[in-house]
């Protein structure tokens, strides 16, 4: 069945730094491709989504790009800040015969940054 | 405009005891959706409602879980009875459409701890 691994955390950066977390996934259809936060205490919210292949997903300064190729949707930014940290999952839906919206989600990540 | 409400928020039982847990989506979601988050763990879908109508209950432990959705709107989850292994975090989700085009919407969730 269909599946999403994402990189295991947690991921521990300095404010301003670069960040990467993998996700990569495998899919018997065309699915769209989601990014979700979860800040502490609070539910979860899209953050960004691609529906179909070389897509570019954007919001906050963060971006992630369908890659058909390498099944793939690396989630990043440029330059991170402290209250970017949060739990990061990856999620795919399919879009072919059996689109029900449903999500599969990743295992998350978690990201800490300090100051 | 009101997210989708859950109660309670948090839930601590006896294993063999049972537990219900309630979810209000957004208003005109027609779809519904009930996640099971256990810790370090990605959300799994339990079950999917398209107004009061089950489209997916294929990961529903159905011998000791039950949800309806009367009239469309308000959802009730049940466990009965509880194992130690339901300790997890229960979410709900709306989306105006079952679609992977379609944001869902996600709840603050509810923690239930089995004991």
């Known amino acids: 069945g269909d599946s999403v691994t994402q990189m295991e955390g947690p991921v521990t950066l300095s404010e301003e730094a670069f960040l990467t977390i993998n996700c990569t996934y495998t899919?018997?259809?065309?699915?769209?491709l989601f990014w979700y936060v979860q800040y502490p205490g609070e539910g979860l919210q899209l953050l960004l989504k691609?529906?179909?292949?070389?897509d570019k997903g954007s919001n906050k300064g963060f971006e992630a790009t369908y890659r058909k190729e390498t099944t793939s949707f690396h989630l990043e930014k440029g330059s991170v800040q402290v209250s970017d940290s949060a739990v990061y999952f990856c999620?795919?839906?399919?879009?072919?015969?059996?689109?029900?919206?449903?999500?599969?989600f990743g295992q998350g990540t978690t990201l800490q940054v300090k100051p | 405009e009101a997210g989708v409400a859950q109660s309670p928020r948090y839930k601590i039982i006896e294993k063999r005891q049972s537990v219900a847990f309630w979810c209000n989506p957004i208003?005109?979601?027609?779809?519904l959706y009930w996640y099971q988050q256990i810790l370090g763990q990605g959300p799994k879908l339990l079950i999917q409602?398209?107004?009061?109508?089950?489209?997916?209950d294929s990961q529903l432990p159905k011998d000791r879980f039950s949800a309806e959705r009367l009239k469309g709107v308000d959802s009730t989850l049940k466990i009965q009875p509880a194992k130690l292994e339901d300790s997890a975090v229960y979410l709900c989700?709306?989306?105006?459409?079952?679609?992977?085009?379609?944001?869902?919407?996600f709840g603050p969730g509810t923690r239930l701890t089995v004991t």
């Open positions: 989700a709306s989306s105006l459409v079952a679609s992977g085009n379609y944001e869902q919407y």
């Open positions: 409602f398209q107004n009061n109508g089950v489209v997916d």
């Open positions: 999620a795919l839906s399919d879009q072919g015969s059996s689109n029900t919206g449903k999500l599969i």
């Open positions: 208003s005109g979601h027609a779809t």
């Open positions: 899919a018997t259809g065309y699915p769209s």
């Open positions: 691609a529906t179909k292949a070389d």
